[in-house]
């Protein structure tokens, strides 16, 4: 199957450091995807690992292991604009169906 | 300057009721896709369409039935809706062809489906 699992909710306090993660029973896929979905808006692209190992972009930094079957988004200096839903999503051959995890809500309190 | 429109934004309606959402793209991008993000927020795939052509149909009842009149266009008509429909549907956009994932989807603003 393809199964793709995250935490329901996190909680965390602004200024702190945040990891959510995410475990997938898929394998031959491209790459991985991470997006970030605020409250009555749209998905929007955050981050994309092909490779093992640590992405860093910003404040926002995401992992990718193969072997383990696992990835996670590591959100550092949270601040309330980053209380969303962090989605992470891959599309494994031969159909490429974009199969997102049901998304984690993180909610940032001061 | 919209990359990724769709109309409309609300949709309230009538059980048994015909509607269609509209999805146009200005990003030159071949592949396209309709999602249904239900009250639990799980985002699901239900059609995927490259250049015109329908590439994914994801188990989705034929009363929803997707129409590309070109490649920048994708719109969705739903016959005899139901209660169950009621969901947000987003429209998506990405870079290359139906097998090339690397590249990002983008996502239309959304359009809030109230069946009643």
């Known amino acids: 199957g393809q199964n793709i699992d995250q935490p329901t909710e996190m909680t965390a306090t602004e200024g702190a450091i945040v990891q959510i993660n995410c475990t997938y029973q898929?394998?031959?896929?491209?790459?991985l995807f991470w997006y970030q979905q605020h409250a009555g808006e749209a998905p929007t692209f955050l981050s994309y690992?092909?490779?093992?190992g640590l992405e860093e972009k910003g404040r926002f930094s995401s992992f990718l292991s193969r072997s383990k079957g696992y990835s996670y988004l590591l959100l550092k200096e949270l601040q309330m604009k980053d209380s969303a839903s962090y989605l992470c999503?891959?599309?494994?051959?031969?159909?490429?169906?974009?199969?997102f995890g049901r998304g984690t809500s993180l909610i940032v309190h001061p | 300057d919209t990359a990724v429109s769709q109309t409309p934004k609300y949709l309230v309606t009538q059980m048994g009721n015909d509607k269609s959402i509209k999805c146009e793209q200005n990003?030159?991008?071949?592949?396209m896709y309709w999602y249904k993000q239900d009250s639990k927020k799980f985002l699901k795939i239900m059609f995927s369409?490259?250049?015109?052509?329908?590439?994914i149909n994801e188990t989705v009842p034929n009363r929803f039935s997707p129409k590309s009149p070109d490649k920048a266009h994708l719109n969705l008509h739903i016959n005899s809706l139901e209660l169950g429909d009621s969901a947000v549907y987003f429209c998506?956009?990405?870079?290359?062809?139906?097998?090339?994932?690397?590249?990002?989807?983008?996502f239309g603003p959304g359009t809030r489906l109230t069946v009643l």
């Open positions: 690992n092909v490779l093992d």
């Open positions: 369409y490259n250049n015109k052509e329908l590439i």
């Open positions: 898929t394998s031959g896929f491209n790459g």
């Open positions: 990003l030159g991008h071949d592949t």
């Open positions: 999503a891959v599309s494994p051959p031969p159909s490429y169906i974009p199969t």
């Open positions: 998506a956009s990405r870079a290359g062809g139906w097998r090339e994932d690397y590249n990002e989807q983008f």
